[in-house]
């Protein structure tokens, strides 16, 4: 059995012939679903100019989930920090912590989630843009809930309202940063599994012990989708395939339906990159899903996972929670 704590990464899928208002509701719906199970966080990633992605202002979107639940810790995964302003941040989740104490997570993230074109329409100047920034915006950021270094500028709320701060990389570049720094760490193995080992091997050589941590926590972030069988599985995650594929030629749209993604005529080029991006994730019977997240955790000595599950009709995707939390997990006791 699993028995390290058990999260949920979602993104708000927008499925073809429904609209974001609907993805909104199924992550609603997903949220509550995944508290009663006992998952331990609930996070929500922000991306933009994304047609199947509604989880395009996380801060706002995580005010509404926490208003509808009671207990599960809910978050960023993340805030892209080069898309905003350090003090907007500091002020958005100090309202969130102000309002739900002790149940927030802001996991900050150093990539722009986007095309540069957006990026610029977002942050409205290339200052902030660059990968060289990121560490001295992510100091004002953390000034902004300590207050260590008193400036003109106070963060209400946000001054003594710190949620708990995560770095999310998918590289090393974040991985020894969160290092140095003493945070927790999540890496993005569900779309970088071939970094997924250096980068943990960064961050566990490079950690300090720190205010918020006295040694290393990395999270591992993976694709999982459960089902009653292996083929239904392979069935459910065509879409989600042919998404990313899509994404990345360039093409994105909202997310096709399974018999859709099933008749799609991969060139063979297209299936073997839809093949790697599969390799090390967890995608069948619950039989097969605890085998590849076991092997996960002993490969990565993960303190934790991060599921994501992006399929096409919200049914399937609380299923697959219920199936891993149940038959995989062998029942969830959220960590304190």
């Given at each position: 059995?699993?028995?390290?704590?058990?999260?949920?990464?979602?993104?708000?899928?927008?499925?073809?012939?429904?609209?974001?208002?609907?993805?909104?509701?199924?992550?609603?719906?997903?949220?509550?679903?995944?508290?009663?199970?006992?998952?331990?966080?609930?996070?929500?990633?922000?991306?933009?100019?994304?047609?199947?992605?509604?989880?395009?202002?996380?801060?706002?979107?995580?005010?509404?989930?926490?208003?509808?639940?009671?207990?599960?810790?809910?978050?960023?995964?993340?805030?892209?920090?080069?898309?905003?302003?350090?003090?907007?941040?500091?002020?958005?989740?100090?309202?969130?912590?102000?309002?739900?104490?002790?149940?927030?997570?802001?996991?900050?993230?150093?990539?722009?989630?986007?095309?540069?074109?957006?990026?610029?329409?977002?942050?409205?100047?290339?200052?902030?843009?660059?990968?060289?920034?990121?560490?001295?915006?992510?100091?004002?950021?953390?000034?902004?809930?300590?207050?260590?270094?008193p400036g003109q500028i106070i963060a209400t709320p946000g001054h003594g309202e710190q949620p708990a701060v995560w770095l999310l990389g998918s590289s090393g570049f974040s991985a020894q940063l969160a290092g140095l720094l003493g945070l927790p760490f999540s890496f993005a193995h569900h779309f970088s599994s071939a970094n997924t080992l250096p980068a943990l091997a960064l961050y566990r050589q490079n950690f300090?012990?720190?205010?918020?941590?006295?040694?290393?926590?990395?999270?591992?972030?993976?694709?999982?989708?459960?089902?009653?069988?292996?083929?239904?599985?392979?069935?459910?995650?065509?879409?989600?395939?042919?998404?990313?594929?899509?994404?990345?030629?360039?093409?994105?749209?909202?997310?096709?339906?399974?018999?859709?993604?099933?008749?799609?005529?991969?060139?063979?080029?297209?299936?073997?990159?839809?093949?790697?991006?599969?390799?090390?994730?967890?995608?069948?019977?619950?039989?097969?899903?605890?085998?590849?997240?076991?092997?996960?955790?002993?490969?990565?000595?993960?303190?934790?996972?991060?599921?994501?599950?992006?399929?096409?009709?919200?049914?399937?995707?609380?299923?697959?929670?219920?199936?891993?939390?149940?038959?995989?997990?062998?029942?969830?006791?959220?960590?304190?």
């Open positions: 059995m699993i028995t390290v704590p058990l999260s949920v990464l979602d993104l708000a899928p927008v499925a073809k012939g429904t609209s974001a208002g609907a993805a909104l509701q199924a992550t609603t719906e997903l949220a509550r679903r995944t508290e009663e199970l006992g998952y331990h966080r609930f996070w929500v990633a922000e991306h933009h100019n994304m047609p199947a992605i509604a989880s395009s202002a996380p801060a706002v979107l995580l005010a509404h989930l926490a208003a509808n639940t009671s207990t599960i810790r809910l978050g960023s995964g993340g805030v892209m920090l080069p898309n905003h302003a350090p003090l907007v941040v500091a002020e958005q989740f100090g309202t969130l912590e102000a309002l739900h104490p002790g149940r927030i997570d802001l996991g900050i993230g150093r990539a722009p989630g986007t095309d540069q074109v957006t990026a610029l329409a977002l942050r409205r100047t290339m200052e902030g843009l660059s990968a060289e920034g990121f560490p001295r915006e992510l100091a004002d950021l953390m000034n902004y809930f300590s207050g260590e270094k300090r012990p720190s205010q918020w941590l006295d040694k290393p926590y990395a999270m591992v972030a993976v694709n999982a989708v459960c089902a009653e069988t292996d083929e239904r599985a392979e069935w459910l995650t065509g879409p989600s395939a042919l998404s990313f594929l899509k994404l990345r030629s360039g093409r994105p749209e909202p997310l096709s339906t399974p018999d859709e993604a099933a008749a799609y005529p991969y060139s063979e080029f297209e299936r073997e990159f839809v093949l790697q991006r599969r390799d090390g994730q967890a995608m069948g019977s619950p039989e097969t899903v605890r085998r590849q997240l076991t092997e996960l955790i002993e490969r990565t000595g993960a303190d934790e996972l991060m599921l994501t599950t992006l399929v096409y009709d919200v049914e399937d995707r609380v299923r697959s929670y219920e199936l891993i939390a149940e038959q995989v997990a062998g029942g969830l006791h959220r960590a304190a």
